[in-house]
Each structure stands twice: as structure tokens, then as C-alpha cells.
């Protein structure tokens, strides 16, 4: 039987005089073969519950439809400045002094190919080959996957459920003294955890980091998506960070793959030179989509209504149908469960879960590899009836056994 557990151990195809490089010698992205093993069985005629990709179920803002389709009937959909539209880069930088009270030079902004594309753009702008970088475990896949393949050294760093997950100043200082780090990574709200840091912890890392003569990345992609208290940007708390964000999670525009970042003073010729060469620019029509989207928010906050009911429905549900250990899920749409009390295999447990109740969820290892073969990772961004319906199922598979 072809299942996941099958297909994270099967060798690649022999190819003939071609030998991949060992940059590319990089651990699969789990929860994409989750979703196509989902696919199979939907091909077949089985009914998936989705919670394994972090995914918005509700469609882009329709401020942003209209303005792309007005975009295609004009038919002008050419190269941008490789930076992004002006138009843009200002709407993006008005957005920090709506959401957060800060006045941002436009020219800080870089508009990127999905927050995928910031990543690249940072590690190449900000590291050489050799360089460690620290990032926090469990945490997103290609945080270390990309940095692998660019030649830098990820430094996984264990966090604990007491810090909610998230890297100290105390652990950024120990890794440093290991061997010197030239960055940190951090993500709050997080993926897969949920759990946000404070202002008063972002700040406390970030000065650590900038007394250390630490790069400091932060990925903001899941603001707007918090529910236990404000995200803050740690573009608040300093200009010598790189912020990353996207209109994929929020904004529900994943497939229109356009992000965006901020960079520090004078950093701004460096992305642009880098972007020029890997893709020109980024999509013109995501571009005046991603615009519009701004005018939209109303639409995305009531999308964003739905996702804490879908919170309330598993913090309430999966502990009456026997996962009762997690975190508060503070933001983003994820809920980080452990299951060790059934399985010490997580790709295994995913795997007959979703062969036997059709329920698709996300191995923890994809994102740990310390404690990740007791961990599931649940995406609450579907409807509030799929989250009843996956509840019961899960209860069910659990009670059989």
C-alpha cells in the first residue's frame, strides 16, 4: 500500500547520469504528502476532512477579485519594478500605521513572491555559506530545509511548553556560545503551535539578539489571526529587523503567492538586485489583487470570526473525544495536540487516521524532530462543519482503538 509512512522512506527514482547535488538533499515537506495521499482516497470516493494544510477555506476578499478582473479585461499585466509596485509598497507601509502606530518608509517595503520568496530574498540578503542560524523547534519546515540548501547551518533549538514555544534570550545566548549564530528566526503567531510571544518576550529576544550582533528575522505571516492578545511586529521594536509577512493566511490569497517584507535602512538595493535576477518581479496581477485586499479587511474579519469558532469547536471537542493535552492556540489556525498517549509514531497514527476515519492532520515531525512522533498538528481554517464532523470522527477512531 502506498501511504505516507510508505513514501517518507521510499528512495527517489534512479536517474540516469544525473546526479542530484547534495544541496538538494533536503527532508520532505510531510504535510504536502499528506495532502496527496488525502487525494488518493477522494479520487476513490472517500470524504477527507482537511486539517492538514494551512489553508484558508474562504476565498480572497472580493475587493481583490474585482480589482484583478478589471486588471485581465484591461489586458496591461506586464514586469513591475522588481521591488513591487510603488502603489503598493506605500499601501503596505500606511498598513503598519493603521495596525500598529508606526511610520514606515515605503522604501523599507519589498514586495516578494509569497512569504516562500522573503525567505530566500533574507537568507541570501543577510547570510553566507557557513553560516548558523537559530530557529526554534518545532517550528516551519522550510526554516531549515531552505537554509540547508543554501549552504547555512539551521541550529534547532528545543523550546518548551512553558516559554509557550518560543526561543529565550537565555537559549539564543547558550547556542551562540556553542559557535557564533549570524541570525534567529522567530514566528508569532507560530506554525504549528499557535502560541504567540508578548511584547515584552519579542523584546527581550531582540535585544539579545542586537547586543549579540545577531540578525534578526521575524515572520508576521499569521498576523491579523490572533485571538489572545494583539500580534506585535518586531518592526515596533526595532528598523535593524527583517519582517516577513504575506497575504496568503489573513487575506485567504495562498495560490496568488505575493508577500511581502521589511527590511532594515539601506538593506533595500540588496533584495532588489537579488529579486531582479531570481524573478524579475512578482506578479502584476497578484500585485493590484494584494492592494485591493486592503480594502477588504471587513470581509477577511468576518472570515477571521469563523476561525475562532472553529478554535472553540476542537479546544472543546478533541479533549471530550480523548486528546485532551495542548496549548491555548493564541493565533494563527492551528492547533498543536499530544498524542503520545496513543502512539510514539506520529507518521503512522497520521496515516491510519486518515486511511480509517478520513480525517487528514499533520505529523508533528514535520516540524520537530525532537518530540515531533507525539505530536499531530490540526489546521482549524476549514468551515465550522467540517471541525464538528472531524471531531466526531476522530472520537470514534480513538474509541475503537
Known amino acids: 500500500m502506498n501511504t505516507l509512512a510508505s513514501r517518507l522512506t521510499r528512495p527517489a527514482p534512479a536517474l540516469v547520469a544525473v546526479r542530484p547535488s547534495q544541496r538538494s538533499e533536503v527532508a520532505p515537506f510531510i504535510v504536502m504528502d499528506v495532502m496527496e495521499h488525502a487525494a488518493r482516497i477522494e479520487a476513490g470516493g472517500g470524504r477527507v476532512m482537511h486539517l492538514e494544510v494551512g489553508q484558508p477555506a474562504a476565498p480572497a476578499p472580493l475587493t481583490a477579485r474585482t480589482a484583478a478582473a478589471r486588471a485581465l479585461e484591461a489586458g496591461q499585466v506586464g514586469y513591475t519594478a522588481a521591488l513591487g ?40 540578503g543577510l547570510f553566507d555559506v557557513g553560516d548558523r542560524v537559530a530557529i526554534a523547534s518545532p517550528g516551519y519546515p522550510p526554516y ?39 541570525g534567529v528566526l522567530v514566528a508569532s503567531p507560530g506554525n504549528p503551535t499557535g502560541t504567540m510571544m508578548d511584547r515584552a ?24 489571526l490572533d485571538y489572545a492578545f494583539p500580534a506585535v511586529s518586531a518592526a515596533e521594536i526595532g528598523e535593524d529587523v527583517t519582517v516577513i509577512n504575506s497575504f496568503s493566511k489573513y487575506f485567504c490569497m495562498t495560490g496568488w503567492r505575493v508577500g511581502w ?15 531582479q535576477n531570481f524573478s524579475i518581479s512578482v506578479p502584476t496581477l497578484s500585485q493590484i489583487a494584494a492592494e485591493a485586499a486592503f480594502d477588504g479587511r471587513e470581509e477577511m474579519d468576518g472570515v477571521k470570526r469563523g476561525y475562532e469558532e472553529n478554535r472553540r469547536i476542537l479546544t472543546e471537542g478533541l ?19 499530544d498524542v503520545s498517549a496513543f502512539t510514539d509514531d506520529s507518521v503512522a497514527f497520521a496515516t491510519q487516521l486518515l486511511d480509517a476515519a478520513h480525517v487528514a492532520t499533520t505529523p508533528g515531525l514535520d516540524f520537530d524532530p525532537f518530540h515531533g512522533r507525539q505530536y499531530l498538528r490540526f489546521s482549524y481554517a476549514g468551515s465550522a462543519a467540517d471541525m464538528r464532523e472531524a471531531v466526531e470522527r476522530i472520537g470514534a477512531f480513538l474509541a475503537r482503538g
Open 261 to 275: 517584507m521589511v527590511v532594515p535602512p539601506g538593506l533595500s538595493r540588496t533584495m532588489e538586485r537579488l529579486q
Open 319 to 337: 479533549p471530550a473525544a480523548g486528546l485532551k493535552h495542548f496549548l491555548p492556540a493564541d493565533g494563527a489556525f492551528y492547533l498543536y495536540a
Open 201 to 224: 518576550a519579542l523584546s527581550a529576544l531582540h535585544g539579545c539578539a542586537r547586543d549579540l550582533g545577531i540578525s534578526f528575522i521575524s515572520d508576521e505571516i499569521y498576523h491579523g
Open 85 to 124: 509596485l510603488p502603489s503598493l509598497r506605500a499601501r503596505i507601509a500606511r498598513y503598519y500605521a493603521e495596525q500598529h502606530g508606526l511610520e514606515l518608509d515605503p522604501e523599507r517595503v519589498v514586495v516578494t513572491n509569497g512569504s516562500s520568496g522573503g525567505f530566500i530574498l533574507a537568507f541570501l
Open 144 to 182: 531549515r530545509h531552505v537554509l540547508s540548501a543554501l549552504g547555512c547551518e539551521p541550529v534547532l533549538i528545543e523550546t518548551l511548553p512553558e516559554d509557550r514555544y518560543a526561543l529565550t534570550p537565555e537559549q539564543l545566548v547558550a547556542a551562540h556560545r556553542e559557535a557564533p549564530l549570524k
